[in-house]
C-alpha cells in the first residue's frame, strides 16, 4: 500500500471527526507556536543587536571600573576612575593606537536658531575616534580643544529647520551654564556608537571631552561641590586631590587593528597599565574595584547569553506543551483506534497486513502533529512579526527552526501514535469483527 | 468453470483453552470443489462460527490441515494468511461491515487498495462490479445512505472484487426482510451460476436451500450431509451443469 493511499484514508477519517482533531492539535499548535514566536523574537533581537556592530569598531575596547561582582550590561556599576594622564599614558602603550575618555554629561536642552529642545541626556563627550569614519554620514570628526560637535540624525531632524554641517547648536548643561558648539558632522544612525550608549535610537550630541568635560568638571567642582565631586568622594577612599582632576567613566582604547591578537595585546597593555602603580585609577580602584575592557561583540555576547537562556527558557517551557499536546494526540488515537475496532477487522479480514493498518494510523497521528506544527508555525510567525513590529526591531525568519518544527510535528506524531497503531495492528480480526 | 478443490480440512481440530478445554471443532473433514454452492447449518455453539474463520484463514487449527485455494494455511505466517485472505477468499457478513467513511465505490475498492492495485484500476473494477449486483447509480452514496439489501449488495461486490476461489457469506440475509432476502439470494445465485464458489453459513432452512447441499454442524462435528438435487433448491434458477460434485468430494463425519 503506497504512502498517498495512506494519507487519503487518515485524511477521511480526520475530517470526520473535525472538532475533535481540532482540539487534538491544539497542544501542538500552542507548542509550536510558543516556541517560534519566541525564537522569531529572540533571532529578530539579535540580528537587531549585533548588526549595529561595524568592522572598524572591532578593534575597539571598551573599558570601565567597577566591583566586580556587578551584574550587568556595559557600564554597569562604573565608577569615574579614569584621569586624562591615565588616558594619555595608556595611549603610549604598545599596542595601544589611541586611548580617550568616555563621559555622558547630563543636559536641560538643545536650543537652534533660538528654538529650544528638552534634552535630558544627549551629550557625549569621547576622543575624535568614536566617530568612526565610517559611521559619518556627512562632515568630519570633531577636534580635541575645539568647539564642535557631530551630531546624530535625531538630533539633526529634531527642530523646525534640519540641522546642518556649519551650524551652531547651544547646549543648556545641567549646571544651568550654556556653551555653544559648531556641527562639523552628521552620523548616519541615531543608534548608538558604542555599547556604552546603548543600541535604541535617540538624538545624541558627541562631543571632545576637553573642553566640554574638563569645563563642566571644574564648574561643578568651583562651584558647591558639585556631583562629580561628590561622586569622585565616595568611590575614591582616601584619595584625596584627584578629585580636582576631571575622572572619566570610562575608557575607549583602540588597538592597532581588529585582530584578536592585536585587541588581546592592547587589552593587556592597558590593563596592565591601569592596574599598576603609576596610575592614577589604580589608587581608585582599591580592593573593590576591578576594570572590566571588552570589545563591543564580547558585550554583546554577554547580553546574547542572557538572551539565550531566556530563550531556552521559554523554549522549554514550550517543549513541555508539545509533551501535553503528544499524550494528547496518543489519547485521542487511542480512544480511535477502539472506536474503530470493528473497521480494523473489516480492513483485516478483506486482505490488510498489520504494517497497513499500522501505517494508516501512524499516518493520522503524523498527519495531525504536522497539521499542528504547520499552524502553530504560521500563528508563531505571526505573534513574531507582530511582536518585532511592535518593539521596532528587524523581522528575521528563523527558517532553520520552522523545518525544525515541521519535524518536531512528524515526530511528535510517530511518538504519539505509535503505540495506538500498535495496538491497532495486533488487533485479532475475529474478535474485531465480532466487536459491538 | 473453475474445476478442482477451492477448500479442504482433513481431520480439523480446533480447541480454545477457556479454563477447560472446549472443542470447537472436533474433527472436521470437509471438501468443497469450485464452482459449488455449499450451505452449513447448525444450532448455536455448533462450530459454525469456527469454520468459517478456519475456511477464512483468519485463524488457525489446533489439530488436521486447512488447504484453501491450494495452500496449506497451517504451513502460513500471519502475513502469509493474510494475503491469501485477501486474495482468495471474499468474506459477506451478516451486519455488512461497510467502512462507514468510504463511498460505496471506495469499499468495493478496499481490499484491491490492499493488493497494491492502482487507483484508476481499482476504480473501474469497483464500479464495473457494482453494475453487476444493480447499484451502478449508488457508487458515490455512503453506507448510511443506502438500505440494508443495498449493503449487502456492496459487501458482496467487496468480496468478488479480487476475483476470490470461495466466497463466504455469514447469515447473509439475516439482517434483511423477506423481500430484500430474496433479491440478495438471487444475486447469490447469479454469481454461483457465473462459476463462483459459495460456502454460506445459515440456520434458515430456506436460505440453505438455495445451495445444492448442506452441512449439518452439531457439537463441532458433521452430523450429516444433505445433497440437494435440482427440484430440492428453489425452482428459480434453472441447473445445468452441476457435474463433478456428489460423491467426489462428499464431506463425511470423522471419528464415527
Known sequence: ?436 | MATGTAVSLQNVRKTYQLGEPVHALDGVTLEIPRGTYTAIMGPSGSGKSTLMNLVGCLDTPTDGTVVVGGEDVTTLDDRERTTLRGTTVGFVFQTFNLMPRLSALENVALPQLFQGVGRSTRRDRARELLERVGLGDRTDHMPNELSGGQRQRVALARALVNDPTIVLADEPSGNLDTDTEADVLDLFDEFYDAGTTMLVVTHERHVAERAERIVHLLDGRIERVEELDDAGRDSDVAQGQRDGVDGTGAASGADR
Open chain 1, 1 to 436: 500500500m503506497r504512502p498517498l493511499e495512506f494519507g487519503r484514508l487518515a485524511w477521511r477519517a480526520i475530517r470526520s471527526h473535525r472538532l475533535r482533531s481540532a482540539l487534538t492539535t491544539l497542544g501542538i499548535v500552542i507548542g509550536i507556536a510558543a516556541v517560534i514566536a519566541f525564537v522569531t523574537l529572540g533571532a529578530s533581537l539579535q540580528a537587531g543587536l549585533v548588526g549595529d556592530i561595524s568592522p572598524d569598531d572591532q578593534r575597539n575596547l571598551y573599558g570601565w571600573a567597577a566591583d566586580p561582582d556587578t551584574e550587568g550590561g556595559p557600564l554597569a556599576g562604573a565608577q569615574p576612575v579614569f584621569s586624562q594622564d591615565d588616558l594619555d599614558a595608556v595611549s603610549e602603550r604598545d599596542g595601544v593606537d589611541a586611548a580617550y575618555g568616555y563621559m555622558p554629561i547630563s543636559t536641560q536642552a538643545l536650543v537652534y536658531e533660538g528654538e529650544l529642545s528638552p534634552q535630558s541626556d544627549g551629550l557625549v563627550a569621547a576622543g575624535p575616534p568614536y566617530i568612526r569614519p565610517d559611521t559619518l554620514e556627512e562632515g568630519r570628526q570633531f577636534e580635541m580643544g575645539e568647539r564642535e560637535a557631530v551630531i546624530n540624525p535625531a538630533v539633526a531632524g529634531q527642530f523646525e529647520e534640519n540641522v546642518s554641517v556649519g551650524d551652531e547648536l547651544t547646549i543648556a548643561l545641567q549646571g544651568g551654564q550654556q556653551t555653544t558648539v559648531t556641527v562639523v558632522g552628521i552620523t548616519d544612525t541615531s543608534e548608538g556608537l558604542s555599547p556604552f550608549e546603548g543600541f535604541e535610537p535617540s538624538p545624541r550630541v558627541y562631543v571632545p571631552t576637553d573642553p566640554y568635560y574638563t569645563e563642566e568638571v571644574e564648574s561643578a567642582t568651583a562651584g558647591l561641590g558639585g556631583e562629580n565631586a561628590s561622586e569622585n568622594g565616595s568611590s575614591a577612599g582616601g584619595g584625596t586631590g584627584v578629585g580636582e582632576d576631571a575622572l572619566f567613566l570610562a575608557i575607549v582604547v583602540q588597538a592597532e587593528s581588529a585582530d584578536d591578537a592585536d585587541v588581546d595585546r592592547a587589552r593587556e597593555s592597558a590593563l596592565g597599565y591601569l592596574e599598576s602603580d603609576d596610575s592614577d585609577a589604580s589608587e581608585l580602584l582599591g580592593d573593590e574595584l576591578a576594570v572590566t575592557m571588552q570589545t563591543s561583540t564580547e558585550l554583546l555576547q554577554q547580553l546574547q547569553d542572557v538572551l539565550d537562556l531566556l530563550q531556552s527558557f521559554i523554549v522549554g517551557i514550550a517543549a513541555i506543551s508539545l509533551v501535553v499536546g503528544s499524550i494528547g494526540i496518543a489519547n485521542i488515537m487511542l480512544v480511535s483506534v477502539t472506536e474503530r475496532t470493528r473497521e480494523i477487522g473489516i480492513m483485516k479480514a478483506v486482505g490488510a497486513q498489520n504494517r497497513d493498518v499500522l501505517g494508516l494510523f501512524l499516518t493520522e497521528a503524523v498527519v495531525l502533529g504536522v497539521i499542528g506544527a504547520i499552524l502553530g508555525t504560521a500563528l508563531g510567525l505571526l505573534v513574531g512579526y507582530a511582536g518585532t513590529w511592535y518593539i521596532d526591531i528587524p523581522l528575521v525568519y528563523p527558517y532553520g527552526y520552522v523545518a525544525l518544527a515541521i519535524a518536531v510535528g512528524v515526530l511528535v506524531g510517530v511518538l504519539s501514535g505509535l503505540y495506538p497503531a500498535w495496538r491497532a495492528a495486533r488487533t485479532d480480526p475475529i474478535d474485531a469483527l465480532r466487536y459491538e
